[in-house]
């Protein structure tokens, strides 16, 4: 292991022991499992920009996936969630696993002052943008919320039952429909490919 | 935790979405960053739903079902991008886009 991946991983877990305690110390339980969520989201991703092999970055993922179904969950949107859960890790991600399938190992393809700058760069934009708007907005506390109502059912029937989303809900179908038939018949191999390769071999 | 703790994990989740797409040199990267922008976006959606507070707003599911939105056109825009990528690969030998520069010549 390099001194630079050393220094990363270090500083990563000393940040992500800082915020959870941070978190924990201003809003106790609820601070702490928001904590741990959003740490999964943001360390997850930063794995992913930092990683050599799209391997690893492909399965650091999982991490910016499950945080952010975890982030749904504290928001009383359990149905979220688990869509969350099934389609991006079980469907997405799976997708980028397949894609990873081409991608012939090259670790040198990370250039580390690039992904230094792009952070840097990251780190002081959100810290401004962060400043001005507290400075400006006045945000609800979570103590004067009502308790999270869980919609699972709601949404269910929320499909069907208000006019808004049923004609959402069916273009949705011939969206998803379309794209996906398009996208079998795009990877698709040609006839003449295989009788090419047929030739060669 | 307010609104504005979620808002600001999602301002940063975006940004390091558009980080992963900018510094590195691999197609299945940006498609990797537009995954996390949009997982951005979702809790921001779905956080503004929550901390709504609006008449007649807890009946309200407008912002889930935008997610909810979201995440189906994503899981379409995952597939066309594969195969698209499979496409790209199979012309160039590579998954690098500098390197699919077949109108240049």
């Known amino acids: ?201 | 935790m307010g609104l504005g703790a979620y808002i600001a994990v999602s301002a940063a989740l975006f940004a390091l979405g558009i980080v992963a797409i900018l510094v590195r040199r691999n197609v299945l990267y940006v498609l990797m960053g537009i995954e996390m922008i949009l997982n951005a976006a979702n809790i921001n959606f779905v956080a503004f739903n929550r901390f709504n507070h609006a008449e007649g707003s807890q009946s309200n599911l407008d912002g889930r079902m935008f997610a909810i939105f979201v995440i189906i056109l994503a899981a379409a825009e995952a597939a066309v991008a594969l195969a698209i990528v499979l496409n790209v690969f199979h012309l160039f030998n590579s998954v690098k886009p500098a390197e699919a520069d077949l109108l240049r010549e």
């Not at chain 1, 943001?42 to 179904?69: D, H, N, P, Q, Y």
């Open chain 1, 1 to 201: 292991m390099e001194l630079s991946d050393k220094l990363f991983y270090g500083l990563l877990a000393a940040g992500s022991l800082g915020a959870l305690a941070l978190c924990t110390l201003m809003g106790g339980a609820g601070g702490a499992a928001f904590a741990l969520f959003a740490i999964l989201v943001l360390a997850g991703s930063l794995l992913c920009i930092w990683e050599r092999s799209v391997v690893r970055s492909a399965f650091c993922l999982i991490g910016t996936f499950g945080g952010t179904a975890g982030l749904f969950l504290l928001l009383g949107s359990d149905f979220l969630a688990m869509s969350q859960i099934l389609i991006y890790v079980g469907g997405i991600l799976a997708l980028i696993l397949f894609g990873v399938m081409l991608s012939p190992p090259d670790l040198t393809e990370r250039k580390l002052p690039r992904v230094l700058s792009g952070l840097v760069a990251v780190g002081a934009g959100v810290a401004f943008v962060a400043a001005k708007v507290a400075s400006t907005v006045n945000w609800v506390q979570a103590a004067e919320l009502a308790e999270p109502e869980h919609a699972t059912e709601r949404i269910g029937v929320g499909f069907l039952a208000y006019d808004q989303y049923a004609i959402a809900f069916e273009l949705a179908a011939i969206v998803l429909t379309v794209a996906l038939v398009a996208a079998v018949y795009v990877a698709r191999r040609r006839k003449i490919d295989l009788q090419d390769e047929g030739a060669q071999g």
